[in-house]
C-alpha cells in the first residue's frame, strides 16, 4: 500500500470517528441546543471563509461581497423547500447553481478591477443583492421568510463541509489552483507565461460563490426564518476577518480561524459590554504581531505533525 493511500485511509478513518462521535453526543443530549447551532454555525463558518480564501487568499481578488452570494443560495433554497415544497437536496443545488451563474455574470465585468476598485465593485453588489431582497414581497421583504423547513443537520452539515474542504482542496493542487496562485503573485509574469489571467480569475469567483450559496443554504434551512440584513456588509466583513485571521493562502488557516473567532463569539455573548472591545482587540493584536495570520500561508497535515514529533524528541534528547 503507497504512503498516499495510507494517508487518506488515515483521513477518512478520523473523520468517521468525528461524525459518529459527536452524533452519538447529539442523540444522547450531551451537546444541547446551544452547543449544536454554535457548532452548525462554525461549520457553516468553514465553509465560507474556504470558499473566501480561494478568492482572496490564492486567487489574490479582493473581495467584499461573499455576504450575497450567501444571501443567494439562502434564499433559493428556502424558495425551493418552502415555496415549492420541493427536496432540501434540490435546494441545495439550486443554491450552488443561482450563486454561481450570479458569480459568472458579476464576474466577467468586476473581474477587470483590482484591488480597493474590485471590493467597491463585489460591496456594491452585495448590497444590491440585500435591498433587491428587502423589496420582494415573495420572499418576505423586510420582514423576512418565516416558517423555513429545518432539513440541516449533523450529517448535511459534516458531510457537506468535508467535501467543500476536500474539493477547494484538490482544486488548489491541480493546475488550476497552480494558476491561480501565480495570478496572485504576479499577473503581468502569469500573462506573459501564458496563463489567461481573466479565465481563471473568473474560475475561483465563481466556485468561492458557489460554495457560499451551499453554505447559505444550510443556514436557511436550519434558522427557519431569513431576514435581508442578516446578509449584510458587516457579514462579509465577519468572512473576510476569518480568512485574514487564520492565514490567507490556507485551508487549514480557514478552519482554524473560522473556528477560533466562531468560539469566541459564543464565549463573549456573556458580556456583551465588552464583547465587540475583546473581539476588535484580539484582531488588533494579530495584525501587530502575526500579520500573515495564524498558519500564514501553511497547512497542516499528518506529515507536519510527525516532523514535529520528531523535532520535539529531538530537542529533549539533546
Given at each position: 500500500?503507497?504512503?498516499?493511500?495510507?494517508?487518506s485511509?488515515?483521513?477518512?478513518?478520523?473523520?468517521v470517528l468525528?461524525?459518529?462521535?459527536?452524533?452519538?453526543?447529539?442523540?444522547?443530549?450531551?451537546?444541547?441546543?446551544?452547543?449544536?447551532?454554535?457548532?452548525f454555525?462554525?461549520?457553516i463558518?468553514?465553509?465560507?471563509?474556504?470558499?473566501?480564501?480561494?478568492?482572496?487568499g490564492?486567487?489574490g481578488?479582493?473581495?467584499?461581497?461573499?455576504?450575497?452570494f450567501?444571501?443567494?443560495?439562502?434564499?433559493m433554497?428556502?424558495?425551493?423547500?418552502?415555496?415549492?415544497?420541493?427536496?432540501?437536496?434540490?435546494?441545495?443545488?439550486?443554491?450552488?447553481?443561482?450563486?454561481?451563474?450570479?458569480?459568472?455574470?458579476?464576474g466577467?465585468?468586476?473581474?477587470?478591477?483590482?484591488?480597493?476598485?474590485?471590493a467597491?465593485?463585489?460591496?456594491?453588489?452585495?448590497?444590491?443583492?440585500?435591498?433587491?431582497?428587502?423589496?420582494?414581497?415573495?420572499?418576505?421583504?423586510?420582514?423576512?421568510?418565516?416558517?423555513?423547513p429545518?432539513?440541516?443537520?449533523?450529517?448535511?452539515?459534516?458531510?457537506?463541509?468535508?467535501?467543500?474542504?476536500v474539493?477547494?482542496?484538490?482544486?488548489i493542487?491541480?493546475?488550476?489552483g497552480?494558476?491561480?496562485i501565480?495570478i496572485?503573485?504576479?499577473?503581468?509574469?502569469?500573462e506573459?507565461?501564458g496563463?489567461?489571467?481573466a479565465?481563471?480569475?473568473?474560475?475561483?469567483?465563481?466556485?468561492?460563490?458557489?460554495?457560499a450559496?451551499v453554505?447559505?443554504?444550510?443556514?436557511?434551512n436550519?434558522?427557519?426564518?431569513?431576514?435581508p440584513?442578516?446578509?449584510g456588509?458587516?457579514?462579509?466583513?465577519?468572512?473576510?476577518?476569518?480568512?485574514?485571521?487564520?492565514g490567507m493562502?490556507?485551508?487549514?488557516?480557514?478552519?482554524?480561524?473560522?473556528?477560533?473567532?466562531?468560539l469566541l463569539s459564543?464565549y463573549?455573548?456573556?458580556?456583551?459590554?465588552?464583547?465587540?472591545?475583546?473581539?476588535?482587540l484580539?484582531?488588533?493584536i494579530?495584525m501587530?504581531?502575526?500579520?500573515?495570520?495564524?498558519?500564514?500561508?501553511?497547512?497542516?497535515?499528518?506529515?507536519?505533525?510527525?516532523?514535529?514529533?520528531?523535532?520535539?524528541?529531538?530537542i529533549?534528547?539533546?
Amino acid at each position: 500500500m503507497s504512503k498516499k493511500m495510507r494517508v487518506s485511509i488515515l483521513n477518512v478513518v478520523v473523520l468517521v470517528l468525528v461524525y459518529i462521535t459527536v452524533q452519538i453526543l447529539i442523540s444522547a443530549g450531551i451537546i444541547n441546543e446551544y452547543i449544536q447551532l454554535n457548532l452548525f454555525l462554525l461549520a457553516i463558518n468553514v465553509i465560507l471563509a474556504a470558499s473566501l480564501n480561494l478568492i482572496t487568499g490564492f486567487t489574490g481578488q479582493f473581495s467584499l461581497g461573499h455576504a450575497g452570494f450567501m444571501a443567494i443560495g439562502a434564499y433559493m433554497s428556502a424558495i425551493f423547500t418552502l415555496k415549492l415544497n420541493l427536496p432540501f437536496p434540490l435546494g441545495i443545488i439550486a443554491a450552488a447553481v443561482s450563486a454561481g451563474i450570479i458569480g459568472i455574470l458579476v464576474g466577467i465585468p468586476t473581474l477587470r478591477l483590482r484591488g480597493d476598485y474590485l471590493a467597491i465593485a463585489t460591496l456594491g453588489l452585495s448590497e444590491i443583492i440585500r435591498i433587491i431582497a428587502l423589496n420582494i414581497d415573495y420572499i418576505g421583504g423586510a420582514s423576512g421568510l418565516p416558517d423555513i423547513p429545518r432539513y440541516t443537520n449533523w450529517t448535511w452539515i459534516f458531510f457537506t463541509t468535508v467535501a467543500t474542504i476536500v474539493i477547494i482542496r484538490n482544486f488548489i493542487d491541480s493546475s488550476y489552483g497552480r494558476a491561480c496562485i501565480a495570478i496572485r503573485e504576479d499577473e503581468i509574469a502569469a500573462e506573459s507565461a501564458g496563463i489567461n489571467i481573466a479565465y481563471y480569475k473568473i474560475l475561483a469567483f465563481t466556485m468561492g460563490a458557489l460554495f457560499a450559496g451551499v453554505a447559505g443554504a444550510l443556514y436557511a434551512n436550519y434558522f427557519y426564518m431569513l431576514k435581508p440584513n442578516s446578509f449584510g456588509f458587516m457579514k462579509s466583513i465577519d468572512i473576510l476577518v476569518m480568512v485574514v485571521f487564520g492565514g490567507m493562502g490556507s485551508i487549514t488557516g480557514s478552519i482554524l480561524g473560522a473556528a477560533v473567532l466562531t468560539l469566541l463569539s459564543m464565549y463573549l455573548q456573556n458580556f456583551p459590554e465588552i464583547r465587540m472591545i475583546l473581539y476588535g482587540l484580539l484582531l488588533l493584536i494579530i495584525m501587530l504581531y502575526r500579520p500573515q495570520g495564524l498558519m500564514g500561508n501553511k497547512e497542516l497535515s499528518w506529515k507536519v505533525l510527525r516532523r514535529g514529533d520528531r523535532n520535539a524528541a529531538t530537542i529533549n534528547t539533546q
